[in-house]
């Protein structure tokens, strides 16, 4: 039955978030299981409530499930990590259905991977609108890389946004091509990061930070291979002194 709202029919409100959100969000195993139980049809029929979207999604045993308009992760689910409050598959499930349901433009798998270097390949000079809105990019995803200061309780959604940061960048700087400009985009990353690693008080104690430099190293060693003039143009403007003392892995 639909659900009613002051005898009319439940308004349904467009998600806020999209199915980029949602890759970069969670980890990609989990979203490769929410993203199987709804290609397995495992999610019934969306049902509209105020806050958001409820439904049945089948597992090990049907679970009732709901995700709020806003915020793809807050909801809840009766299975064992639900009831525990944990993001779980059957939650990215349904928000994965709205997405397609309500945003069907915004439908876009991204294919490769998001924790790691990739390389575009393209062996050409950046251009000036994309050099600006890869720089916008950066910006934006660099606010997930934030001070810690909190209680115990909030060190997991902490981890989450350092985490979603780290995609975020690697996800950007995936579609630079391989040039100098590419070059010095990414060495003034590094240089970012190390600056607030070493003062703005980010907890690194799992490495996710760390981690994201070493790929974006990797991925100059990667122009590196392509453009061979580009080896020495890298080590000539990479800083001989960092906090962390990434020079020491260059190449």
Known sequence: MTPKY????MPVATPNF???DIQMGVGGEEFKKGKKLYDDGKVGKLEAEYYGVSSIVSGTHDYNVNVEYKHFDR?????YLGQKDMLCKHMIALAIACVYKYRPEDAKVVEHPLDQAVCSGQLRDITKEELASIKKEITS????LKSYDGPSKTWFAYQGSLI???RLLLYTLSKLPVCKKSADVCIDLIIRIDNKMA???IDDSDGTV???VHQILELLSLFKDIALELKVYIVDKFPKKTNFEWEKELF
């Open 164 to 166: 979603k940061g780290k």
């Open 199 to 201: 003062n703005t008080g």
């Open 210 to 212: 760390g981690d994201l």
């Open 6 to 9: 002051l005898g009319k029919q």
């Open 75 to 79: 909801g809840n689910c009766d299975c």
């Open 18 to 20: 999209t199915l980029f």
């Open 141 to 144: 995803a660099l606010r997930y």
